[in-house]
C-alpha cells in the first residue's frame, strides 16, 4: 500500500512539475496568444549554457556565431535576423520567442519542435537574452 501511495503522490509531483504549453503560431509583428505564455524555466547560468549549446548545434548556420544574423546558411532567401538587437520581428517576449523556434516563422525559418524539447527550446531563449539588449 505505501509504494502504492508513493507512487502515486510521485507521479502528481512530476504531473505538477510539466508545463503545457499552447501551440501559437508566430505572427509577424508578435502574437498576443504567445506573448502570455510565461517562461518556466530561470535564466540560470547551467540553462544559459545549456541554450548556447542548443543554438550552436542549430542556430549557428544561419545566424551566424555572434547571432548577428550573419550565418549565411539561411535556405528560404531571407535574411536570417540579427537576435541581438532591439527589434524583434514576431514579438519580443519570452513566449513569442518561444513560439518562433517552436513553430517557425516560414520558409525562412522552419520549427524545431519534432528537434528540441520545449525544455531545450526555454534554454535557448534564455541563452537569446543573455546576448540580446539589455531591457
Not at 504567445?34 to 545566424?63: D, F, M, W
Not at 541581438?84 to 513566449?95: M, Q
Request: negative net charge.
Amino acid at each position: 500500500m505505501f509504494r502504492i501511495q508513493t507512487g502515486i503522490a510521485l507521479a502528481a509531483i512530476l504531473a505538477a512539475g510539466q508545463v503545457t504549453v499552447p501551440r501559437t503560431l508566430p505572427r509577424f509583428g508578435g502574437n498576443p496568444e504567445a506573448a502570455r505564455i510565461a517562461n518556466p524555466s530561470a535564466r540560470t547560468p547551467e540553462s544559459v549554457a545549456a541554450g548556447k549549446r542548443t543554438y550552436q548545434r542549430l542556430c549557428v548556420n544561419c545566424h551566424g556565431p555572434e547571432a548577428k544574423g550573419d550565418g549565411g546558411g539561411a535556405g528560404g532567401g531571407g535574411q536570417p535576423a540579427d537576435l541581438t538587437d532591439d527589434h524583434w520581428d514576431y514579438g519580443a517576449t519570452d513566449g513569442e520567442i518561444f513560439s518562433v523556434i517552436r513553430e517557425g516563422t516560414s520558409a525562412d525559418m522552419q520549427g524545431y519542435a519534432d528537434q528540441i524539447s520545449d525544455a531545450e527550446i526555454w534554454n535557448l531563449v534564455n541563452y537569446l537574452r543573455s546576448i540580446g539588449p539589455r531591457k
